[in-house]
Nanobody, 116 residues
Framework: QVRIVESGGGSVQAGGSLKLSCVVS????????MKWYRKYPDRDHEPVAT????????EYVNSVKGRFTISRDDSRNMVYLQMNSLEFDDTAKYYC?????????WGQGTQVTVSS
């Protein structure tokens, strides 16, 4: 069974930084792209960053380019999201998951709140 645990969220002022962490188990981690998603109330999970297998390539949505950095540690089955220059609109619950998502299984997420 896939197990995902996110951590590192919190409350910061605009312009601040946070680093999210995610540890996963239940599948062959190194073979899968991993994504960070964020979810606003009453909306679906939206991908914000992707790190491909072996960390060879990363992708970001335009709104976080230059501010967020995704990385992975295959020896620990962990994914990270360094978030700098946080903005009010980054306020959301953040989740990580493999791509593709397995049977709609998600972790509990970690809340990021940015005050302006």
């Amino acid at each position: 069974q896939v197990r995902i645990v996110e951590s590192g969220g919190g409350s910061v002022q605009a312009g601040g930084s946070l680093k999210l962490s995610c540890v996963v188990s239940g599948f062959e981690f190194s073979r899968y792209p991993m994504k960070w998603y964020r979810k606003y109330p009453d909306r679906d999970h939206e991908p914000v960053a992707t790190v491909f297998a072996f960390g060879l390539r990363t992708e970001y949505v335009n709104s976080v380019k230059g501010r967020f950095t995704i990385s992975r540690d295959d020896s620990r089955n962990m994914v990270y999201l360094q978030m700098n220059s946080l903005e009010f609109d980054d306020t959301a619950k953040y989740y990580c998951n493999r791509d593709p998502v397995y049977r709609n299984q998600w972790g509990q997420g970690t809340q990021v709140t940015v005050s302006s």
